[in-house]
């Protein structure tokens, strides 16, 4: 059973950075396509990016390309979301996911975890 957990989350002010952690148990992640996803209060959970499997690509939303980056570390099973100068829009429990072929039907997720920026 493939098992995702989120860390780094938390309480920050608005031009802060964080640093989320994805890792992943069960399984290796460089059999996955992982993607980051959000969910802010009251919306949908939409896509954020994902890196693709054993050293392809990644890939940003546009709306946060130029402060937000993807990386993956297949030797700690582990894949990172940087995120830079945070805007209260950032607010939202962050998602860690995996997919064997396409991201935007992952097979398995992580719990969230919750980050906030104040304005």
């Known amino acids: 059973q493939v098992q995702l957990v989120e860390s780094g989350g938390g309480l920050v002010q608005a031009g802060d950075s964080l640093r989320l952690s994805c890792v992943v148990s069960?399984?290796?992640?460089?059999?996955?396509?992982m993607g980051w996803f959000r969910q802010a209060p009251g919306k949908e959970r939409e896509y954020v990016g994902a890196?693709?499997?054993?050293?392809?690509?990644?890939y940003i939303r546009d709306s946060v390309k130029d402060r937000f980056t993807i990386s993956r570390d297949d030797a700690k099973n582990t894949v990172y979301l940087q995120m830079n100068s945070l805007k209260a829009d950032d607010t939202a429990v962050y998602y860690c996911?995996?997919?064997?072929?396409?991201?935007?039907?992952?097979?398995?997720w992580g719990q969230g975890t919750q980050v906030t920026v104040s304005s």
């Open positions: 890196a693709s499997k054993r050293g392809g690509g990644t």
């Open positions: 996911a995996a997919a064997v072929r396409n991201i935007v039907q992952p097979e398995f």
């Open positions: 069960g399984r290796t992640v460089s059999d996955y396509v």
